[in-house]
């Protein structure tokens, strides 16, 4: 439906962000509050899954890429 709308996306652009960011702050706080409980080795597997997450982003927006 985006694509055939032929219209600006910046703004559904805006808003996907900032859904986004809202997703991870809930997220973060969450698991904050089970590393205050479990302990701080909660934060170096989210920071693993931060790495493999960027890195699928990146394999996918490639092969998207070359698709077009």
Aim: net charge negative; aromatic share 8%; glycine share 6%.
């Amino acid at each position: 439906m985006i694509k055939e709308s032929g219209q600006d996306n910046a703004m559904l652009s805006t808003v996907g962000q900032m859904s986004l960011c809202f997703t991870e702050t809930i997220i973060l706080s969450g698991l904050a509050i089970l590393a205050y409980f479990v302990g701080t080795n909660v934060f170096y597997v989210i920071f693993v899954l931060s790495i493999i997450s960027t890195l699928d982003i990146q394999l996918l927006l490639t092969k998207s890429k070359e698709k077009a």
